[in-house]
């Protein structure tokens, strides 16, 4: 049981946009601007692609977007290509204790 | 372009102490300015935190682990490591080293992750 949670599971055509949710609660995602996201390939390391909520990352694609609601935040990939065919995981700073918490994982398959 | 390369062996019996090492290339991480922590994923699942250590040599555990990790820096000057001991078949997962600028909230370089097994 991860500490955010995401969908297992995502897809889409190519072109189309889809949204990948993360939930976490008034002590993490709720109460910091301070939500990540990560694209991973198989047998890579994470790679950021969206900090502080909404901020992309020099050389990331305008197509990755980030926003948050409440308790959830969400990464929005418009124009989908084959290549964004990945897992993504999100992340949030937590105050005290663990620091920083983790989703799942929700892995994307462009159709 | 920094980058960072975990290491270690793949394979370490129960009750034992796993022991990896990352190695930074592209930049010295006694210059400060970055945090360094391991974070591992489980087969399956999602990612957990470790610890991290600053240049200084301060570190700070995730506490459900805290009794059973060290982090230090290493020997050389662009390493640093992870010892957990007391390690049972939960704490097989992909160990990563990564890095977080210091006064930023997120990891903005990882390794490509080394694999642990605990089995006798």
């Known amino acids: 049981q991860s500490a955010l949670t995401q969908p297992a599971s995502v897809s889409g055509s190519p072109g189309q946009s889809i949204t990948i949710s993360c939930t976490g609660t008034?002590?993490?995602?709720?109460?910091?601007?301070?939500v990540s996201w990560y694209q991973k390939y198989p047998g890579q390391g994470p790679k950021l692609i969206i900090y502080?909520?909404?901020i992309r990352p020099s050389g990331i694609s305008n197509r990755f977007s980030g926003s948050k609601s409440g308790n959830t935040a969400s990464l929005t990939i418009s124009g989908l290509q084959a290549e964004d065919e990945a897992d993504y995981y999100c992340?949030?700073?937590?105050?005290?204790?663990?620091?920083?918490?983790f989703g799942g994982g929700s892995k994307l398959t462009v159709l | 372009q920094v980058q960072l390369q975990e290491s270690g062996p793949g394979l370490v019996k129960p009750s034992q102490t796993l022991s990896l090492t990352c190695t930074v290339s592209?930049?010295?991480?006694?210059?400060?300015?970055?945090?360094w922590s391991w974070i591992r994923q489980h087969p399956g699942k999602g990612l957990e935190w470790i610890a991290y250590?600053?240049?200084?040599?301060?570190?700070y555990y995730n506490p459900s682990l805290k009794s059973r990790v060290a982090i230090s820096l290493g020997t050389s000057q662009n390493q640093f490591s992870l010892k957990l001991s007391s390690v049972t078949a939960a704490d097989t997962a992909i160990y990563y080293c990564?890095?977080?600028?210091?006064?930023?909230?997120?990891?903005?370089?990882w390794g490509r992750g080394t694999l642990v097994t605990v089995s006798s």
């Open positions: 990564a890095r977080r600028p210091l006064a930023a909230y997120y990891f903005d370089s």
């Open positions: 592209g930049g010295s991480i006694t210059t400060g300015g970055y945090h």
């Open positions: 250590i600053y240049s200084s040599g301060s570190t």
């Open positions: 008034s002590g993490d995602v709720g109460d910091y601007n301070y």
């Open positions: 502080d909520v909404s």
């Open positions: 992340s949030s700073y937590s105050g005290g204790g663990t620091l920083w918490l």
